[in-house]
C-alpha cells in the first residue's frame, strides 16, 4: 500500500474483518488536528504577519514583506527528504499559555539573506555570530506572534530564549513523530526571496484551535417560521381566525376582532419570512494603551539603581610592565584622541559619546546610541 491504493489481499482482508478499517494515510496522522482546525490557526497566523513584517525590517532597516502562510501535518521523514544535508536550527519552545515544542529551521543561505542586513556585512560566513543574528531576529518575530495570540486567547504566552545551531539535518530537534509546518515566504530589500519555516508541535496547534472554538463548532440554527396555513375560522394560537380576504387580487391573512396580532406579524413579516437580525459592528479600540499592570510593573523598576560607567579606553600589558609602573608612567590606549568613549550599565555597552568639562567636572555627551546587533558584533 506504498501508493496509498489497497491491493486485492487488503481488500480481501478488509471483507472478512482481519484488518482494522481505518487506513493510515501517507501523510502521518493529524493527531486531531483536522480541517476546522487547519483553518482556525492559519486564518490567525495570517493576520499577524504585518506584524511580523514589521518587526523584521526595524531589526534589518530594510523592507521586508512576510507572505501568506500555508500550514500542513507531516512525519519527521518526509519532512527531512526536503531538506539540504545541512540546516540552521532555532527553537523557540512556548513554556506558558500555549506549551510545546516550537522552532524555526532554514538553508544555510537563507539565514546569512537575515544575518547580512541585521549585521550590516555583505561577504559573512554561517559562523556562531551570524546564527546568533538570526536567532534574535526570530525571538523578535516569535515576540510579536505571541504578543497578538495572547491577544486573541486572552492569557499571556511566554517563551524560552532561543538556541541556535548550524547542525546536519538528520540531528534536528523535531516537536515529534507528526507535526505542523508552516511556510512563510519573505521578500527581504536587497536580498530576495527566502523561504521561512516554522514548527509547532500539534500540542500546541490544538490548545489554540480549541481556544479559539474551532474544536467544537456550533452548528448552526435556523429559527424557521411555520408555513402559513388558510384558517377558515378554526383555531391559532389559541385564538379564531377570520377567513381570507380577498384584496385586488392580493390575499391577506387578517386578524381577528378580539384583540389578536396580524398574521403578518405572527410569521415574522409578510409572506412567512423573518425579519433579519441585524447587529451593531464592534470595532476594536486603536488607540494604544498600557494596562495598569503593566505601569506598575515599569514602576517597580523605576528606583533601582545601575552602576553606569565610561571608559576611555583599554589596553593589554605583560605582567612584567605592569609590575614596572611608577609615577609618571603614560600608559597608551587602544583609542585615538577625539574618538567616543563608551558608555556601559553594568558593564554592557549601551552608548558612545564625548568627554566635555562642566564647572571643573568631567562629563559626557551621549551622541549614539548602540544596537543589539553593534554589541553582538563587537563581542
Given at each position: 500500500?506504498?501508493?496509498?491504493?489497497?491491493?486485492?489481499?487488503?481488500?480481501?482482508?478488509?471483507?472478512?474483518?482481519?484488518?482494522?478499517?481505518?487506513?493510515?494515510?501517507?501523510?502521518?496522522?493529524?493527531?486531531?488536528?483536522?480541517?476546522?482546525?487547519?483553518?482556525?490557526?492559519?486564518?490567525?497566523?495570517?493576520?499577524?504577519?504585518?506584524?511580523?513584517?514589521?518587526?523584521?525590517?526595524?531589526?534589518?532597516?530594510?523592507?521586508?514583506?512576510?507572505g501568506?502562510p500555508?500550514?500542513?501535518?507531516?512525519?519527521?521523514?518526509?519532512?527531512?527528504?526536503?531538506?539540504?544535508?545541512?540546516?540552521?536550527?532555532?527553537?523557540?519552545?512556548?513554556?506558558?499559555?500555549?506549551?510545546?515544542?516550537?522552532?524555526?529551521?532554514?538553508?544555510?543561505?537563507?539565514?546569512?539573506?537575515?544575518?547580512?542586513?541585521?549585521?550590516?556585512?555583505?561577504?559573512?560566513?554561517?559562523?556562531?555570530?551570524?546564527?546568533?543574528?538570526?536567532?534574535?531576529?526570530?525571538?523578535?518575530?516569535?515576540?510579536?506572534?505571541?504578543?497578538?495570540?495572547?491577544?486573541?486567547?486572552?492569557?499571556?504566552?511566554?517563551?524560552?530564549?532561543?538556541?541556535?545551531?548550524?547542525?546536519?539535518?538528520?540531528?534536528?530537534?523535531?516537536?515529534?513523530?507528526?507535526?505542523?509546518?508552516?511556510?512563510?515566504p519573505?521578500?527581504?530589500?536587497?536580498?530576495?526571496?527566502?523561504?521561512?519555516?516554522?514548527?509547532?508541535?500539534?500540542?500546541?496547534?490544538?490548545?489554540?484551535?480549541?481556544?479559539?472554538?474551532?474544536?467544537?463548532?456550533?452548528?448552526?440554527?435556523?429559527?424557521?417560521?411555520?408555513?402559513?396555513?388558510?384558517?377558515?375560522?378554526g383555531?391559532?394560537?389559541?385564538?379564531?381566525?377570520?377567513?381570507?380576504?380577498?384584496?385586488?387580487?392580493?390575499?391577506?391573512?387578517?386578524?381577528?376582532?378580539?384583540g389578536?396580532?396580524?398574521?403578518?406579524?405572527?410569521m415574522?413579516?409578510?409572506?412567512?419570512?423573518?425579519?433579519?437580525?441585524?447587529?451593531?459592528?464592534?470595532?476594536?479600540?486603536?488607540?494604544?494603551?498600557?494596562?495598569?499592570?503593566?505601569?506598575?510593573?515599569?514602576?517597580?523598576?523605576?528606583?533601582?539603581?545601575?552602576?553606569?560607567?565610561?571608559?576611555?579606553?583599554?589596553?593589554?600589558?605583560?605582567?612584567k610592565?605592569?609590575?614596572?609602573?611608577?609615577?609618571?608612567?603614560?600608559?597608551?590606549?587602544?583609542?585615538?584622541?577625539?574618538?567616543?568613549?563608551?558608555?556601559?550599565?553594568?558593564?554592557?555597552?549601551?552608548?558612545?559619546?564625548?568627554?566635555?568639562?562642566?564647572?571643573?567636572?568631567?562629563?559626557?555627551?551621549?551622541?549614539?546610541?548602540?544596537?543589539?546587533?553593534?554589541?553582538?558584533?563587537?563581542?
Open positions: 500500500m506504498s501508493d496509498g491504493s489497497l491491493s486485492q489481499d487488503e481488500i480481501d482482508a478488509l471483507l472478512m474483518g482481519d484488518v482494522p478499517t481505518e487506513i493510515p494515510t501517507a501523510g502521518g496522522n493529524d493527531a486531531g488536528f483536522g480541517d476546522a482546525e487547519k483553518s482556525a490557526v492559519l486564518g490567525l497566523l495570517g493576520e499577524i504577519t504585518g506584524a511580523q513584517g514589521s518587526t523584521l525590517s526595524g531589526i534589518m532597516v530594510k523592507s521586508v514583506v512576510v501568506a500555508q500550514l500542513d501535518v507531516l512525519g519527521r521523514e518526509a519532512f527531512l527528504s526536503s531538506l539540504p544535508d545541512e540546516v540552521v536550527e532555532i527553537k523557540i519552545d512556548f513554556k506558558s499559555g500555549l506549551a510545546g515544542a516550537h522552532g524555526y529551521v532554514l538553508k544555510g543561505e537563507d539565514a546569512l539573506k537575515i544575518a547580512a542586513p541585521m549585521m550590516g556585512q555583505d561577504d559573512l560566513e554561517l559562523d556562531g555570530t551570524a546564527i546568533s543574528a538570526v536567532s534574535e531576529a526570530m525571538s523578535q518575530i516569535v515576540g510579536a506572534s505571541v504578543t497578538a495570540l495572547g491577544d486573541k486567547v486572552g492569557e499571556t504566552i511566554l517563551t524560552e530564549a532561543p538556541e541556535g545551531q548550524n547542525v546536519p539535518k538528520a540531528m534536528l530537534a523535531l516537536p515529534g513523530d507528526d507535526f505542523a509546518r508552516v511556510t512563510y519573505l521578500e527581504i530589500e536587497g536580498q530576495g526571496n527566502l523561504e521561512l519555516v516554522e514548527l509547532f508541535s500539534l500540542d500546541i496547534l490544538n490548545s489554540l484551535a480549541s481556544r479559539l472554538g474551532a474544536s467544537t463548532p456550533a452548528s448552526p440554527v435556523m429559527d424557521i417560521p411555520a408555513s402559513p396555513q388558510p384558517m377558515m375560522g383555531d391559532f394560537g389559541g385564538a379564531a381566525m377570520a377567513p381570507p380576504i380577498n384584496n385586488g387580487g392580493m390575499q391577506q391573512m387578517m386578524a381577528p376582532p378580539q389578536g396580532q396580524p398574521m403578518g406579524g405572527m415574522g413579516g409578510f409572506g412567512g419570512q423573518a425579519a433579519p437580525n441585524v447587529q451593531g459592528i464592534q470595532l476594536p479600540e486603536l488607540s494604544p494603551t498600557i494596562s495598569a499592570g503593566e505601569q506598575r510593573n515599569i514602576g517597580l523598576l523605576m528606583d533601582v539603581s545601575m552602576e553606569l560607567t565610561v571608559e576611555l579606553g583599554r589596553t593589554k600589558r605583560k605582567i610592565d605592569i609590575l614596572g609602573m611608577g609615577e609618571g608612567t603614560i600608559i597608551e590606549l587602544d583609542k585615538l584622541a577625539g574618538e567616543p568613549v563608551d558608555i556601559l550599565v553594568n558593564n554592557n555597552l549601551i552608548a558612545r559619546g564625548e568627554v566635555v568639562v562642566i564647572d571643573e567636572n568631567f562629563g559626557v555627551r551621549v551622541t549614539e546610541i548602540v544596537s543589539t546587533m553593534d554589541r553582538m558584533a563587537e563581542r
